[in-house]
């Protein structure tokens, strides 16, 4: 029995110029991870607030007190002031997460689905506002806001106020807006094409194509971005303290200005404010990986 001919390309030189099917490479042709942070900060084990508090507790254990106002006192300022920086300050700071989040979904919901518009202007237009608001730092887009944007506007001779905070809602919801409009137009052109030609083949109109087929399957692969931008802009919140808007950030330094702004009150009030969001945050992590698995596209 001869012995076996050598595969041209593996066992052998290749006696042909002909294209060769390549090993499959996962590092060639990978889009970048829009779930980087969430994923980070799902990774972490659930315990480390309590590190994070055990550190911040044992500090004046450590630590040397400069004169006579030693971290214990610190810390006794931090359990006054809790109550008053939880319910006036990172309630705050919810709320005006989910106002910016409700205001950037619909405009964003929109705003994707112009950019799959047939029409070439509307969809061009909409391509261009989502790449000049996603592209833009934040901080920027809330001073731009803040000083565009009119105190307070007369209507028929009534003086209406615009404060701080809602101009924080509105510039938060603009990166939002741009975001959730790649989310939406990602998740509709992920749906098959075959999708598409069988409903033209029952004599669908576009519009009942969009709305009783295409959009229903695209609405639980948009919920784990969805809930990963909610997370970064809860995060992202504590930006409002440099335009004014008495969030948690802005009462804990009014907090510490109280306490005569001893450098040992930095650690406790800043640290507090780490593990509460930290402790908000992460169970919306979590949660944002899980449904990412269940709901991810099995090929």
Same mark, same amino acid.
């Given at each position: ?14 006696? *042909? ?87 950037? *979904? ?93 409903s033209e083949s029952l004599a669908f109109t576009r ?29 992202? *919140? ?49 949660? *944002? ?11």
């Amino acid at each position: 029995m001869s012995a076996r001919r050598p595969i041209p390309g593996l066992g052998a030189a290749p006696s *042909t110029d002909l294209p060769v099917l390549l090993p499959f490479d996962r590092g060639k042709g990978r889009t970048p991870d829009i779930y980087l942070a969430t994923r980070w900060l799902a990774s972490l084990p659930p315990w480390t607030p309590l590190l994070i508090l055990a550190v911040m507790l044992a500090w004046p254990l450590v630590a040397h007190a400069q004169g006579r106002y030693a971290y214990s006192d610190a810390f006794d300022a931090l359990f006054r002031w809790m109550p008053f920086l939880v319910f006036e300050g990172f309630f705050f700071n919810i709320l005006i997460s989910f106002l910016a989040m409700a205001i950037g *979904t619909v405009a964003g919901a929109a705003l994707g689905l112009a950019q799959i518009s047939l029409n070439p202007m509307l969809r061009r237009a909409a391509w261009f506002i989502t790449q000049l608001f996603r592209n833009s730092p934040w901080l920027v887009l809330l001073f731009i806001v803040l000083l565009a944007f009119p105190f307070e506007i007369v209507i028929g001779g009534v003086i209406i106020p615009i404060p701080d905070w809602m101009k924080a809602v509105f510039g938060l919801s603009l990166p939002i807006m741009a975001n959730i409009s790649e989310v939406v137009r990602g998740a509709v052109q992920s749906v098959p094409t075959a999708q598409w030609e069988a409903s033209e083949s029952l004599a669908f109109t576009r519009r009942q194509t969009m709305w009783q087929i295409i959009l229903p399957q695209c609405f639980k692969r948009m919920i784990p971005p969805w809930m990963n931008w909610y997370a970064i802009l809860t995060m992202a *919140t504590p930006l409002c303290s440099l335009l004014g808007v008495e969030e948690l950030i802005t009462l804990s330094r009014q907090a510490m200005e109280g306490e005569d702004n001893h450098p040992e009150l930095l650690v406790p009030f800043f640290g507090f404010a780490l593990v509460i969001f930290f402790m908000y945050c992460y169970p919306i992590a979590r949660a *944002t990986i899980w449904l990412e698995r269940k709901y991810s596209v099995k090929l």
